[in-house]
């Protein structure tokens, strides 16, 4: 199965601005060592990007093309290669370029490799597909991952010949299976339809973000859709910025729906331990210091769970700001080709709707969870409080139990030591006679014990009447 003139165009990004939290080391030239990495493997160059561009070139400019002024030539502003492989025994000329440019807060490459549909003057023969992966060896178009990295769309074009109009799809997924190595877990399809009247076929699901690619792969009919991809191709990596930047906002905020569930989790079993007194309950089953240093952990959770709550809020807001973006640059792209964009359409309209509704309903979910750490830190601040004021309750009364037991006895024993002037015998014939001392430290025990009995009857919390 053949096809002419095959184009792979990787559109790849990476922030440039980020806040190092957790403190990964992160490369900043990332994209560009990528580039030469992609090049070198494939054509055997050194393309030396990080050489030839300027990143602190215009640095107020939301859009700039980071090419060195000295390496512009008839102002393209793209790095031009091009390198010969080997099929069939057959030198097959393949050419390309690398555009460096900064866009808002991050970087942004465009790859092109590419057989040319001209060499010599003539136009150039079809080539089997298979022919891609020679453009893709090690699978070296799919990026790996780094903290910076936000995320690529691959766009594999080519036209159609007279003879395989009619399979159109059966080409399509015979480009992809082409294009990654054997084995490899294929994106599946999404969706297909038209753009500029050309077959266009999308191949990724958000259902498998974690194993998430994002492949277009668009099959020329004619030369109108080739004409309209040159005249919009700056708005359309624009588009494919906004649709990275909005699907990287949703797959980290299911990292976020991740924590948060666990943490919810941890508040409701938090919740359940904490103990409910009722006037039955006795006062010494409630550990305080289990309470207390509740207290000292919930406020720091609860400062956890509100970031975590705030990061989610976050990503949304993302989205919708990249849709919005997304959805100017399709206004765009429309004004300038006059052409009908629904397949495009189709992002910004149902599948950024879908992550912001999820979203929502996660904000809606969650936010139960730090109404119930309040009302946690609440309850067991009453439950600390009521607890720590039963026990000087009844510390109080024993403190005055203990005065006027005391107090009571040492009056007892110093009246008896007074009266008692010999030793304790009464009609008992003891061998040995009691001691006065002796005698009066058993009455003054005898009284203590008395005065205590009465200081506790009389201390004795009243029960409350029913009114």
């Known amino acids: 199965m053949k096809i002419y003139a095959p184009n792979i165009h990787l559109f790849a990004f990476q922030l ?27 054509l055997h160059q050194d393309l030396h990007l990080y050489q030839r561009i300027d990143v602190n070139k ?4 939301p859009r700039v093309d980071l090419l060195k002024d000295t390496e512009v030539i008839d102002e393209n502003y793209a790095v031009s290669f091009d390198g010969i492989t080997l099929d069939q025994n057959q030198n097959l000329l393949i050419k390309g370029f690398a555009h460096p440019l900064r866009l808002y807060d991050s970087y942004s490459l465009w790859l092109n490799l590419r057989r040319p549909e001209r060499e010599n003057n003539n136009d150039t023969d079809d080539v089997d597909i298979s022919f891609l992966r020679k453009l893709n060896p090690d699978n070296c178009l799919t990026v790996k991952d780094n903290p910076l990295f936000i995320g690529q769309t691959l766009l594999i074009t080519g036209w159609l010949t007279g003879a395989n109009k009619k399979i159109i799809q059966q080409i399509a997924n015979e480009c992809l299976k082409s294009l990654f190595p054997d084995n490899y877990l294929l994106p599946q399809l999404n969706r297909q339809g038209e753009l ?9 699901l958000f259902s498998q973000l974690s194993n998430y690619q994002h492949v277009l792969i668009w099959l020329f009919a004619d030369e109108q859709a080739d004409d309209k991809f040159n005249q919009s191709y700056q708005e359309l990596l624009d588009l494919f910025f906004f649709r990275a930047k ?14 948060l569930d666990l943490a919810y989790r941890s508040v409701e079993t938090i919740i359940e ?58 206004q765009q792209i429309h004004d300038i080709t006059g052409e009908s964009i629904k397949f495009l359409e189709i992002f910004s309209q149902r599948n950024c709707l879908f992550f912001q509704q999820q979203i929502n309903a996660d904000l809606g979910y969650f936010r139960h969870g730090s109404e119930l750490l309040s009302k946690a830190i609440d309850s067991i601040r009453g439950i600390v409080e009521i607890e720590q004021a039963e026990r000087d309750r009844s510390l109080e009364r024993t403190i005055q139990v203990l005065g006027i037991a005391l107090g009571g006895g040492a009056i007892v024993s110093g009246i008896v030591t007074q009266h008692i002037d010999k030793p304790f015998a009464p009609q008992i014939n003891f061998k040995y006679p009691v001691h006065p001392l002796v005698s009066s430290l058993l009455w003054s025990v005898l009284a203590t014990a ?9 201390t004795q919390p009243k029960p409350e009447r029913n009114k």
């Open 450 to 458: 008395i005065f205590a009995i009465a200081a506790w009857w009389l």
């Open 16 to 42: 440039y601005k980020s806040a190092n939290i957790d403190g990964t080391p992160t490369d900043k030239n990332f994209l560009w060592n990528t580039g030469d990495e992609i090049v070198d493997i494939t």
């Open 246 to 259: 909005a699907v990287k906002a949703y797959k980290d905020s299911r990292e976020i729906y991740k924590q």
């Open 196 to 204: 500029f009247s050309s077959p266009i076929f999308e191949y990724g």
């Open 273 to 330: 331990k904490i103990p409910k007194l009722d006037n039955t309950q006795a006062s010494e089953t409630v550990n305080l210091t289990y309470l207390k240093d509740l207290l000292k952990a919930l406020p720091q959770s609860s400062l956890t769970y509100t970031r975590l709550l705030r990061n989610l809020e976050e990503y949304q807001n993302t989205i919708a700001i990249n849709a919005y973006n997304y959805a100017e640059r399709l």
């Open 58 to 61: 215009e640095p107020n400019s």
